[in-house]
């Protein structure tokens, strides 16, 4: 591991890929996110000299990127595309030796998710036009499924899981294939209630750490309370309160067998009031204690 920041709004770590890896056809090169505020200077001055960019120069990489924007808009710029707007629920890809830029918007800013990868695979895929550098751009909605997976691949690295390249490999592949779907069938939300339940459930992906009351959730998707209520179980067949244990509890369940963090500091990590407190939930949904579910599945 070579490169890491950390903080609440800010995080990303690129990693060394060996020969062993590359075989595998696709490799995870870094992760992260950046939440950016209004008025504020960007690309952030942290990050490290091999990725940093001027907005006056942009930049050509040797790798790909996705990034993914969940709130905010911005502009994305490349040698190939020119000058387009980027909004949330759009994702840009970022091609090797393609000259590029892009910033958020200073009256809104942005949440940015971003993975580096590259491979043989990826290179078939431009082969096959599944990827089209003058076509960068997708537009996949606030969706779950792919918010997920970029918050699977950041966690993966915060945590320096073992075999990491065995499972981001494969997440890699799914983030590809959602994509690639949605770029196909142009899967995106059919209803504006749909989105808005989409929005809810990315709110409560990006803070799993916190219980965030259903109230909160509705004012901030510009929903009623008792239709969010309803409309939210009705997708999801969870009320909003149960669906965030429920991803709590699963998040729990992959630290618990692919980490050695006590149980307390787990708890604590996913924002529940007490360890006494986790312990009882976490066994009404798995059926056993933490400490027993370890032992089982420890890993």
Known sequence: MNQMAMGNKHFYKYITVSEEDKKLGIYLLGAGH???GKKVEYPLTNHPVHHYFHWSQGRRMSEYQILFITKGKGVFE?????????KAGDLFFLFPNVWHRFSPDKSTGWNEYWIEF????IDYFRKENYLDATRPVVH???DGEIMDNFLKLISMLKEEELNLQYSAS??????????????KFNSIDKTGIERQIKQAKLIILEEIDKLISPETIALNIDMGYSLFRREFKRYTGFSPVQYQIQLRIQKSKNLLSTTNLPVKEIAHQLGFD?????SRIFKQKAGVTPVEFRLRNKR
């Open 34 to 36: 950046t939440e950016v």
């Open 274 to 278: 007490s360890n006494n407190y986790f």
């Open 118 to 121: 590259n491979g043989e695979l």
């Open 78 to 86: 490349s040698e190939l595309t020119g000058k387009q707007e980027v």
């Open 170 to 183: 494969g997440i890699l592949f799914q983030i590809l294939m959602q994509i690639f779907s949605y770029k």
């Open 140 to 142: 996949v909605g606030l």
